[in-house]
DNA sequence: ATCTAATTTAGAATTATTCTTATTTGATAA
DNA sequence: TTATCAAATAAGAATAATTCTAAATTAGAT
């Protein structure tokens, strides 16, 4: 908590109780949480909080590099406050969104005709299965 | 085009002249379109075209998996009538979508604490670059 | 304590997609 | 060929996520 208060002092990044409610809550989350999930959670502590107010610091986040915006699912973004490089594995059946750290750059050798249209820089892998608790349901 | 009038007769799809316009756009496209791109492009020959047409004839093709969607454009969903199963890269630059054939599964083995959670089903790759024509307006 | 630019809020606006319903039509079979 | 009818079309309304607007509030600097 405090940490993250001295972090975004220096970075011209005022810190309102609502920014502190949604920065506490993205904390080492995985759950790759939607501008509703968010809401709603802070709601909580900020009965009168807004929908802007989620909006414009997930936008301002992202301007400073802090959260990226997770191109999985196309009714809603998802944000990840993990900025490091990893993918991901998404259960087709509950759509829970799980990281993989593992860097697999060294294998993804792209084919000519690929290399000479494109500089590349960078790679992201959707891996798609079906969770534990979804195999058990399913009796698989 | 006789060919595709012979598929889909067979296949309970009703072939409308709208329906016709669709599929032959979509046919051997590599562009990735959007509902709108196809709208604006079967309206030259086909000016009533309604919205709901577009969106019915691609919900029906995508439950018949002759189109797949792709999930990469947070703004809008993008179409994909190459179903074979290949990766993509994209220009940070234009967003230009291209098609990566190349079958890297074999090297794509999980971590072992995702193996515990997950049966597999199947990897997709987003490569990000920048295309020919974007690196020349940069003067790269 | 004062000041000010940045932030918050409520609600309106926008945009992609889905839904509704009356009308039309493709495909089948008489 | 024509009648039939389930399925498809069209126009526009509805929905839902996100963005915008503008007035009021406030964090942080002086
Ligand atoms: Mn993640
Ligand atoms: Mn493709
Ligand atoms: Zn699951
Ligand atoms: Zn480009």
Redesign the interface.
Same mark, same amino acid.
């Given at each position: 908590m405090k940490k993250i208060i001295a972090k975004y002092r220096k970075r011209d990044f005022k810190l309102t109780p609502q920014r502190l409610a949604i920065l506490k809550y993205l904390d080492g989350n995985t759950s790759h949480p939607t501008a509703d999930d968010i809401f709603t959670n802070i709601k909580k502590a900020y009965p009168t909080v807004s929908f802007a107010t989620v909006y414009n610091t997930l936008q301002a986040l992202k301007e400073k590099g802090e959260i990226l915006?997770v $191109?999985? #699912?196309?009714e809603k973004?998802h944000y990840d406050p993990n900025i490091a490089p990893h993918h991901h594995?998404i259960? $087709?059946e509950c759509n829970k969104i799980?990281d993989? %750290?593992?860097d697999?750059s060294d294998? =993804?050798m =792209?084919?000519n005709e690929?290399l000479?249209? %494109?500089? $590349?820089?960078?790679?992201?892998? #959707?891996?798609?299965?079906?969770?534990?608790e979804c195999?058990k349901e399913r009796g #698989?």
């Open positions: 915006e $191109t999985i #699912d196309y973004r594995i259960c $087709t799980s993989v %750290f593992k697999y294998s =993804l =792209l084919p690929i000479k249209e %494109f500089k $590349t820089i960078r790679n992201h892998i #959707d891996f798609y299965g079906i969770c534990k195999q #698989d």
